[in-house]
């Protein structure tokens, strides 16, 4: 049974940073391509960033990029978002996933046991 669970939200004011970490149990992680998501209020879930098992393809949303960064740890079977110079919009629920689409523009979406359930990240102005 895949686990999946997120830490690392908070508060933050316009220009700061957080860093969202994300554990995965249950999968061969280091085999796994892994990404996340946000969900803002009365907006569509969106990709946010993704990349692959062996770290060689990183995708990012344009909204993000530059600002935001994905890396892994296997050994830790983690995942992490580095956030910085975050703005108001960045306001969301932020979802780790397993076996995300590479791409922001893929229309697959992971089934619901590969989703985390989620931290909530405000950015204040």
């Known amino acids: 049974q895949v686990q999946v669970a997120e830490s690392g939200g908070g508060l933050v004011q316009a220009g700061g940073s957080l860093r969202l970490s994300c554990e995965v149990s249950?999968?061969?992680?280091?085999?796994?391509?892994i990404g996340w998501y946000r969900k803002a209020p009365g907006k569509k879930r969106e990709f946010v960033a993704a990349?692959?098992?062996?770290?060689?393809?990183?995708k990012y949303h344009g909204n993000v990029k530059g600002r935001f960064t994905i890396s892994r740890d296997n050994a830790k079977n983690t995942v992490y978002l580095q956030m910085n110079n975050l703005k108001p919009e960045d306001t969301a629920i932020y979802f780790c996933?397993?076996?995300?689409?590479?791409?922001?523009?893929?229309?697959?979406?992971?089934?619901?046991?590969?989703w985390g359930q989620g931290t909530t990240v405000t950015v204040s102005s």
């Open positions: 990349m692959s098992w062996s770290g060689s393809i990183i």
């Open positions: 996933v397993v076996d995300p689409p590479l791409s922001p523009d893929c229309a697959y979406i992971p089934g619901d046991e590969l």
């Open positions: 249950g999968r061969t992680f280091n085999r796994d391509d």
